[in-house]
T-cell receptor, first 115, second 116 residues
Framework: DGGITQSPKYLFRKEGQNVTLSCEQNLNHDAMYWYRQDPGQGLRLIYYSQIVNDFQKGDIAEGYSVSREKKESFPLTVTSAQKNPTAFYLC??????????????FGQGTRLTVV | AQKVTQAQTEISVVEKEDVTLDCVYETRDTTYYLFWYKQPPSGELVFLIRRNSFDEQNEISGRYSWNFQKSTSSFNFTITASQVVDSAVYFCALSEETNYGQNFVFGPGTRLSVLP
């Protein structure tokens, strides 16, 4: 089945550690996105990428890094510089080909907790 | 700047009641797209509808209907005869064209609880 797969579903990080969240899509979408969701709040954009080997910072990129070496993969690293990383992280993708208003498709999310 | 407001933080209704979720947006673009997503307890956002700025026709899909009014910059969502399975957080979103490409701006969401 086509879709977006995020792993792991739950992740625990010790203070000072870097962790990487995986996001893979088999929808052949060009654009991919990472959002952060805090309890009771909406989604805030961390990073997004429109093509391979290129990406842009979103509204809250500090303390995060990404790579886009393959079209289907867009991993997010939460670095030790991110002061408050406990949150729910959502990965999304959308097709840009011929449809400027394409909707975003989302993965199941990763819940990251600092212990 | 683009902005989406969902003034209702939480709504509770009893099963079979109708409920309307409000969405007001701000944009400088003349062409734009609006979306509604449902987030059930599992966490994944589920796409419900897309509407472009040139199409002001209301849309109905089963128990769901959407009312788009450019004059008031609103894109409201009504669930008729609500069911317990409708309990979720609902997000309204606006597409934003940047120099880099398309982005999505989300509202804060409305948590809907449908009680049996």
């Amino acid at each position: 089945d086509g879709g977006i797969t995020q792993s792991p579903k739950y992740l625990f990080r010790k203070e000072g550690q870097n962790v990487t969240l995986s996001c893979e899509q088999n929808l052949n979408h060009d654009a991919m996105y990472w959002y952060r969701q805090d309890p009771g709040q909406g989604l805030r954009l961390i990073y997004y990428s429109q093509i391979v080997n290129d990406f842009q910072k979103g509204d809250i990129a500090e303390g995060y890094s990404v790579s886009r070496e393959k079209k289907e993969s867009f991993p997010l690293t939460v670095t030790s510089a991110q002061k408050n990383p406990t949150a729910f992280y959502l990965c999304a993708s959308s097709s840009r080909t011929g449809d400027r208003g394409a909707e975003a498709f989302f993965g199941q999310g990763t819940r990251l907790t600092v212990v | 700047a683009q902005k989406v407001t969902q003034a209702q933080t939480e709504i509770s209704v009893v099963e079979k009641e109708d409920v309307t979720l409000d969405c007001v947006y701000e944009t400088r673009d003349t062409t734009y797209y609006l979306f509604w997503y449902k987030q059930p307890p599992s966490g994944e956002l589920v796409f419900l509808i897309r509407r472009n700025s040139f199409d002001e026709q209301n849309e109905i899909s089963g128990r769901y209907s959407w009312n788009f009014q450019k004059s008031t910059s609103s894109f409201n969502f009504t669930i008729t005869a609500s069911q317990v399975v409708d309990s979720a957080v609902y997000f309204c979103a606006l597409s934003e064209e940047t120099n880099y490409g398309q982005n999505f701006v989300f509202g804060p969401g409305t948590r809907l609880s449908v009680l049996p």
